[in-house]
């Protein structure tokens, strides 16, 4: 099956600091998102990404489907920004099950 | 985008005993998903919830250990039965279909502490 690996698994930086999240998938997909995992459990979705590049705010996401990853940017973080952040990718072409990746923990310190 | 709620947010259960999971959402879904989170851990499927006919496990997972309901297009059950410790999990009910037709959203997610 595919296999999403992220990088880094733990990063802890200053508050107003940027920051770069990578996620590896071992083969095409269709399907790509971003989570958020608050302290306290809930997932807020960040972005559906498949191809290309978004933006939210302090946040920005790209996908480079042809080589397999995508990147998810944190500018002026902030201490809420904390959590750890899941790239899923869908397992198999028409079944929206989406496989997650390692996740990276972020902490943001003020 | 979809609401779901989940109920129980968390409980602390006996080894030995079952407890059932709802999912409700405050509307019609196609598609219905139960995911497993171990403590530290990333998120695991454990099935599809399929409306009117048996769930679809993923490898590892089996109907007798956790099966699931799915009455309609907006509520389903997972029951954990006679659990161990090692099933203390955060278990979390998604739906296909938020802000776009292919985007996963997720409940806040059912913390089951077992002893």
């Known amino acids: 099956g595919i296999q999403v690996e992220q990088s880094p698994p733990d990063l802890i930086l200053q508050e107003g600091a940027n920051s770069t999240l990578r996620c590896n998938f071992s083969?095409?997909?269709?399907?790509l998102q971003w989570f958020h995992q608050n302290p306290w459990g809930q997932l807020i979705n960040l972005f559906y990404i498949p191809s290309g590049t978004k933006q939210n705010g302090r946040l920005s996401a790209t996908t480079v489907a042809t080589e397999r990853y995508s990147l998810l940017y944190i500018s002026s973080s902030q201490t809420t920004d904390s959590g750890v952040y899941f790239c899923?990718?869908?397992?198999?072409?028409?079944?929206?099950?989406?496989?997650f990746g390692t996740g990276t923990r972020l902490k943001v310190l003020a | 985008s979809a609401v779901i709620s989940q109920k129980p947010s968390r409980d602390i259960c006996q080894r030995g005993t079952s407890l059932t999971i709802q999912c409700q959402v405050d509307?019609?879904?196609?598609?219905m998903f139960w995911y497993r989170q171990q403590p530290g851990q990333s998120l695991t499927l454990i099935a599809t919830?399929?409306?009117?006919?048996?769930?679809?496990?993923e490898s590892g997972f089996v109907i007798d250990k956790f099966p699931i309901s799915r009455p309609n297009l907006t509520f389903s059950t997972l029951t954990v039965s006679n659990m161990s410790p090692e099933d203390s999990s955060i278990y979390l009910c998604s739906v296909l279909g938020g802000s776009g037709a292919n985007v996963l959203t997720f409940g806040a997610g059912s913390r089951l502490t077992v002893l």
């Open positions: 919830a399929n409306q009117g006919s048996e769930a679809t496990y």
């Open positions: 509307s019609q879904v196609t598609m």
């Open positions: 083969d095409s997909v269709n399907n």
């Open positions: 899923a990718v869908e397992g198999d072409a028409g079944t929206y099950k989406y496989i």
